[in-house]
């Protein structure tokens, strides 16, 4: 529902992987993902932003931060499936 409810969720589940909208009332899609990669039991996760901001500054201060891959919405669903199997792949070798 919002960026808190993303955050405490993620805290709590721990997920395989994250998708992250950029754009998240409160808390922003931005905050979340500075909050996991700050977390050292949560660090690992792969996060995906998947968001309307197209801009540069947008973009790189998500991979900046430690997103693992940015997709701009509107987007292609079988993209976005393969972006998260790659991701999940990665994670399983690791």
Do not use: C, N
């Not at 960026?3 to 950029?22: K, Q």
């Not at 996760?45 to 997103?67: F, N």
């Not at 693992?68 to 669903?77: A, G, I």
């Amino acid at each position: 529902a919002d960026g808190a409810d993303a955050w405490e969720r993620i805290r709590t589940e721990r997920p395989h992987l994250v998708i992250l909208d950029g754009m998240l009332p409160g808390l922003d899609g931005l905050e979340v993902l500075r909050r996991i990669r700050e977390d050292p039991g949560l660090d690992g996760i792969p996060v995906v932003m998947l968001t309307a901001r197209r801009r540069e500054q947008d973009i790189v201060s998500a991979l900046e931060l430690g997103a693992s891959d940015y997709l701009v919405k509107p987007f292609m669903p079988e993209e976005l499936l393969a972006r998260v199997e790659r991701l999940l792949a990665g994670a399983a070798s690791s």
